[in-house]
């Protein structure tokens, strides 16, 4: 697809916003060695780098299971595994150092490039590594004796910061090193894990195989709640790989804010969900006090209580109680401990492949905390969902807030005819499309 002058400035200048966001924060990033044999690699460095350049601190967790198991597989040696862990004798440890070592100077050498025809000329990007993550035995389990596998027992979080703050990536491997001078092959999902705890990181980002998180058909979840990912990790039917999920809800459980999961086989994926309102991939969040859910008519009453003030200011079209209980299959809400602090409402008009977003409210005291963007997200996802093609909104006060959520503004003669109809001159709200 060639990309217009006009799409490329008006992509720049729509990013803007993220990258003010993103400057200075701390992001953890994880792939396994798939992800370094993918085609795709380079351009993740790429990516990287540009991320780098626009002040993110970035810690780096590579991992090596693949090439771990061509080593072994080379010297003929048996491989074993506990629980899905790997035994690591002292034969398999040197091929964890060997594979390791060479993944970790693979990622190096490309984060060092800088040849005038490629995305990384004049980058001078400072790789750091080293004995950051302080390790343990497994020890012995039900009777096995795991040898050098281990656990992060520690990560050095003033060594890392010290790094970060002068501008260099960090790069961690899939081994930790003891007091006692000992070396231990760890899995790269408990290192970043532990890493982006450790550090209080904004963002832990995993890359998968797959889009993102997926359903059991295989379509991509672009956001969702630990509670739901919770569910699917005992899901016998996932389809992403445990590991994967099990590094995201151990971070949003320990109170990273944020983590989002995206292919590292799609170009530019990391770019896209980081800077762009759509993403590419699936973002998750934290929510042990709210609740997002269709309303039933037991929140009639909640939802009356929620839009009546906005009414009163002629900020949204009054609703009788009657209207909105034979109305209620059309809304979504947010509920916090039995409260419902949020909601909108999706009228289709499948002829035209369009739907109306209407009733959108958020209650005085839960602005700002990006409640209206989530069941946005949830509309837009049911829309797409029943075949629609378009969003529209009718609003007198809002238009700023539609504006920066990407509708454009329209006339009249984009409303369904049926809606053009009813359209209410008195008013004289505005109207916004969203393509979805």
């Not at 020890?139 to 002068?166: A, M, S």
């Not at 037991?298 to 009163?312: F, H, S, Y």
């Not at 002629?314 to 009788?320: D, E, N």
Request: proline content about 4%; some cysteine.
């Amino acid at each position: 697809m060639v990309v217009s002058h006009h799409d490329s400035v008006k992509l720049f200048r729509n990013s803007l916003p993220y990258i003010n966001a993103h400057r200075g924060k701390t992001f953890v990033l994880m792939f396994g060695g798939e992800a370094v044999e993918d085609e795709n690699f380079a351009n993740i460095i790429h990516d990287i780098a540009l991320l780098n350049s626009l002040g993110v601190k970035l810690v780096i967790v590579h991992g090596a299971r693949p090439q771990i198991d061509q080593r072994i597989a080379l010297r003929g040696l048996p491989g074993r595994f506990e629980s899905e862990l790997r035994l690591t004798d002292k034969a398999t440890l040197e091929c964890v150092k060997d594979a390791a070592g060479s993944v970790r100077s693979q990622i190096e050498a490309l984060l060092t490039m800088g040849l005038a025809n490629s995305p990384m000329h004049g980058a001078h990007i400072r790789v750091c590594s080293g004995n950051l993550v302080v390790a343990m035995p497994i020890g012995v389990r039900e009777g096995i004796d795991f040898e050098h596998t281990g656990i992060v027992r520690r990560i050095d979080v003033n060594g890392i910061n010290d790094h970060l703050n002068d501008g260099s990536i960090v790069l961690l491997s899939p081994m930790g090193y003891s007091p006692t001078g000992e070396v231990f092959n760890l899995s790269h999902e408990d290192v970043a894990t532990q890493a982006a705890i450790a550090l209080g990181a904004d963002k832990l980002v995993v890359f998968s195989e797959q889009e993102g998180i997926v359903d059991q058909n295989g379509k991509l979840l672009r956001n969702l709640e630990l509670r739901r990912l919770k569910e699917m990790l005992n899901d016998p039917l996932r389809v992403n790989e445990k590991t994967v999920l099990q590094a995201i809800v151990s971070s949003l459980e320990a109170d990273i804010p944020r983590c989002h999961c995206v292919s590292y086989r799609q170009d530019g994926a990391l770019l896209q969900e980081l800077f762009t309102r759509d993403g590419a991939g699936s973002m998750i969040s934290q929510s042990y006090y709210e609740q997002l859910r269709p309303a039933t008519i037991d929140d009639v009453g909640g939802i009356l209580k929620l839009i009546n003030p906005l009414e009163e200011k002629g900020i949204l079209v009054k609703r009788s109680r009657e209207l909105l209980e034979s109305e209620i299959e059309q809304f979504t809400i947010i509920e916090r401990d039995g409260m419902i602090i949020s909601c909108a409402a999706l009228y289709p008009y499948p002829d035209e492949r369009m739907a109306e977003l209407a009733c959108v409210a958020t209650h005085q005291d839960y602005r700002g905390s990006s409640r209206a963007e989530r069941i946005l997200e949830a509309v837009k996802e049911q829309a797409i969902s029943l075949g629609m093609d378009k969003l529209f909104v009718l609003t007198t006060v809002t238009a700023h807030w539609f504006l920066e959520q990407g509708f454009i503004a329209a006339g009249l003669d984009a409303l369904p005819p049926r809606k053009k109809e009813l359209y209410n001159y008195q008013r004289n709200s505005k109207v916004f499309v969203l393509p979805i």
